[in-house]
């Protein structure tokens, strides 16, 4: 009763985790939440990867999980800086309060 | 058959996690939440053989920009956030629009399936491990790329310190 685990799982949890990602950057006013989001967004990026890299058995996509997690950390240290900054200037973490571009 | 309850039990811990990562209201339990589902993630990693990056996932992810996200939740002060509206008004269009993606990415992806090709023969087991031949890629074919990084890194870290300091004028 229970199928050995194909590349179609890995493929379906990928799509399911990217669209919760997606859900959560719309969705929520938090942006602590929303930079959360992006985390998993990218996850579900890198589960395609190494599945593929499995299903393949080919090791590039391994290397090129490595390279989207380095820019997810270089993300993650920007984006929490500027998260600082800005509630030292707006005193509000909520989006729809960030609103000095919006005319 | 045992790598197939580990498979959905490790799925469950990634999907379970997301979701309560997007619907909890104090944001710490949103960040815990998400240590489960990267943690589901980890696994996964290992269930495909990927020893490194489950190692990566464990110290970077969970140990390195998670603990950075409850700094910054601490030193943020978000109590007075979690009691307002966590939801924006327009939800349902968010949400709409979201699963259009979801839905066309599966589309796009059953369209193909036939071109994935069939499973490659599995490798005869080489002398060295996953973290060697790991190791012999990225520096041999990926070097310029590995150091590109190394850079963006270094400027990841003098852009987040000059974001997060005091202007002192």
């Known amino acids: 009763m229970l199928h050995p685990i194909t590349i179609n799982h890995y493929l379906v949890l990928s799509v399911m985790l990217l669209v919760i990602g997606i859900i959560g950057m719309l969705v929520r006013r938090n942006v602590v939440v929303m930079m959360m989001s992006v985390e998993l967004i990218l996850n579900a990026a890198n589960v395609n990867l190494i599945a593929f890299g499995k299903h393949l058995q080919d090791l590039n996509g391994q290397i090129f999980a490595i390279f989207v997690i380095v820019v997810a950390v270089a993300e993650a240290a920007i984006g929490l800086g500027i998260l600082i900054a800005l509630f030292r200037n707006k005193e509000t973490v909520q989006v729809d309060e960030i609103d000095l571009l919006k005319w | ?169």
Not at chain 2, 71 to 85: C, P, Q
Request: hydrophobic residues 60%; aromatic residues 10%; contains cysteine.
């Open chain 2, 1 to 169: 058959m045992l790598d197939t309850m580990f498979f959905y039990m490790f799925a469950l811990l990634a999907v379970g996690g997301a979701i309560l990562t997007i619907t909890m209201r104090s944001a710490v339990h949103c960040a815990v939440s998400l240590i489960a589902s990267l943690a589901g993630v980890a696994g996964l990693y290992l269930l495909q053989k990927a020893e490194f990056l489950f190692a990566v996932q464990i110290v970077l992810y969970i140990g390195g920009i998670m603990v950075l996200f409850l700094f910054v939740i601490m030193l943020v002060n978000l109590d007075s956030a979690a009691k307002e509206r966590q939801f924006h008004r327009r939800w349902i269009g968010g949400g709409v629009a979201a699963g259009l993606a979801g839905a066309s990415v599966l589309w796009l992806l059953s369209k193909g399936a036939h071109s994935f090709g069939s499973p490659a023969a599995q490798a005869a087991p080489s002398q060295d491990g996953n973290i060697e031949q790991l190791a012999d890629l990225l520096f041999r074919e990926y070097l310029v790329p590995f150091e590109l990084a190394s850079l963006l890194l270094l400027v990841a870290i003098v852009g987040s310190v000059l974001m997060a300091k005091k202007r002192t004028s």
